[in-house]
């Protein structure tokens, strides 16, 4: 009996699924264990893995199996699926092959010369070969921007949260600027009455890691389908069969690697969740970046910076690295509830953290769109930095625009969903403590399945089942509300 139209696009998109399979790995293994001598050889293999998986998607014979495929008899979850299959046909087909493997060959090259340009503060060098990546972004923004008849960066920022525009952002992120600023003021004030005492170190990375390891048993990772690692930028990669997750550590300071590790296996659980049943279709993949994000924040902020579950994770500290004075209960939580605007944006509170955000969407819309250049980017950045944090960045490209690994893969587009993804991860933890009245002593006694119970049902077994709206409107009664957020700043810090 002939396969239907549909059946064949199952078909296919199973295997352009093993093809990402393989390229997930490669990749994380090129940011965690390839020698230097590999990385020509290795982008020039993605590159082509990519322009193949190119191909399948957008064949003629791909499109009209599609159009076939709406005129048949499907189920709701089939129809959910189709959707997401047509989606991402809508987008592959508008790219030529030769844009995709250039795009992927000038990312590789400037993520990998990234790595010793950012130590040596040498912007000039990963300037030459940002402009490549933007060059190419903007083609891209073009030709996306054209077709669906939006701005350049709003045709990007759809690829990374579907229905997501830049004048909701405009919204969101212009009430943000109405009331942070003087949260943070007064947070930093109320909390400079009491002086703290810094953790000593040194605190030996095996150490780090075997406590790292603890949090994330705490937390239901499951090790038979991932591991830890260490790469120059923490990330989550790899295949929801296989989660690759990666911290990097630092001996004379604890925190920002074991926040780092709880960040990511919020992405990780949220992989290793997704329903199998599924598996290898695109309904199967995590719903958009923001809700991807608000699954590491919601692990990373809500839970792991919450009094009780400090209060349970210093006894693992306490187990690793013995007792000291900045351990004491009062101190310790304090510690890592104190707001400390700072340079960089993985290490930074969650009350400073969404300046970081703003400030990155600004300058990459205005750099897509073409309003400004590359040569640019450094003198705006210390501009916001001072504006938002009274933080200098003049001659500082290390700690400055240089950062982040986003921008060397023409990344653009995705910076706005963290934040995006911390009003969600608030919303979301308002419903679950709505719904378990005993959640805050199930936290304080390391008793965590109720909570990650609930976001199974209402947020990882649904994958791309429903779109964001209908996911959240389905798990907290509405749509995305910002005042969550703020409340719940409000509450912790104020």
Not at 148 to 176: C, I, K, N, Q
Not at 267 to 277: F, M, V
């Amino acid at each position: 009996m002939k396969p239907t139209y549909y059946q064949q696009l199952t078909q296919t998109f199973q295997r352009l699924s093993r093809f990402s399979h393989l390229s997930a790995i490669a990749g994380w293994d090129m940011y965690t264990m390839m020698p230097a001598g590999g990385s020509q050889a290795r982008s020039e293999a993605l590159a082509e893995l990519s322009v193949l998986q190119h191909q399948i998607l957008t064949s003629p014979q791909t499109g009209e199996w599609l159009d076939g495929a709406q005129q048949e008899a499907l189920n709701e979850f089939e129809q959910a699926n189709l959707r997401e299959m047509h989606r991402r046909y809508q987008q592959a087909v508008l790219l030529p092959a030769d844009l995709v493997q250039a795009k992927s060959l000038a990312g590789s090259r400037c993520e990998h010369a990234w790595r010793s340009q950012r130590p040596a503060n040498d912007w000039q060098g990963f300037a030459a070969n940002l402009k490549e990546v933007v060059k190419f972004s903007r083609e891209e923004a073009d030709i996306r921007a054209r077709a669906a008849s939006v701005s350049r960066y709003d045709a990007l920022l759809d690829v990374f949260e579907p229905g997501m525009t830049s004048r909701r952002l405009d919204v969101l992120f212009g009430d943000l600027k109405s009331w942070l600023p003087a949260l943070l003021q007064r947070a930093v004030e109320k909390q400079a009455q009491r002086p703290l005492m810094a953790p000593e170190g040194p605190f030996p990375v095996e150490k780090q890691r075997a406590l790292g390891l603890d949090t994330m048993a705490l937390l239901g990772f499951d090790f038979n389908g991932g591991r830890l690692d260490v790469s120059a930028h923490p990330f989550c990669g790899g295949v929801p069969e296989d989660v690759r997750i990666t911290t990097r550590y630092r001996e004379d300071e604890l925190f920002s690697a074991l926040l780092g590790v709880i960040h990511e296996t919020g992405h990780a659980r949220y992989e290793q969740n997704l329903p199998r049943e599924w598996a290898g279709q695109p309904i199967a993949q995590a719903r958009s970046t923001a809700i991807h994000e608000s699954q590491s924040l919601f692990f990373e902020m809500q839970l792991a910076r919450s009094t009780p579950f400090l209060k349970r994770l210093r006894l693992q500290i306490i187990a690793h690295f013995g007792e000291q004075t900045a351990f004491e209960e009062g101190n310790y939580i304090a510690w890592n509830q104190r707001v400390k605007p700072g340079l960089i944006r993985i290490d930074a509170d969650e009350v400073s953290y969404p300046a970081h955000i703003v400030l990155r969407y600004e300058i990459e819309r205005a750099l897509n769109d073409g309003d400004i250049e590359v040569d640019d980017i450094p003198a705006l950045w210390d501009e916001k930095m001072q504006a938002w944090l009274g933080l200098s960045t003049h001659g500082n490209y290390r700690d400055g625009c240089m950062q982040d690994i986003h921008w060397t893969d023409g990344g653009f587009g995705y910076f706005p969903t963290y934040t995006l993804g911390a009003m969600y991860a608030a919303q979301l933890f308002q419903s679950a403590r709505r719904a378990l009245p005993r959640l805050e002593e199930d936290i304080a006694r390391g008793d965590l399945h109720a909570l990650f119970d609930w976001l199974r049902q209402n947020i990882w077994q649904h994958g791309s089942r429903f779109t964001t709206t209908q996911l959240i409107e389905n798990a907290t009664g509405e749509d995305l509300n910002a005042h969550w957020f703020r409340q719940h700043l409000e509450a912790r810090y104020l």
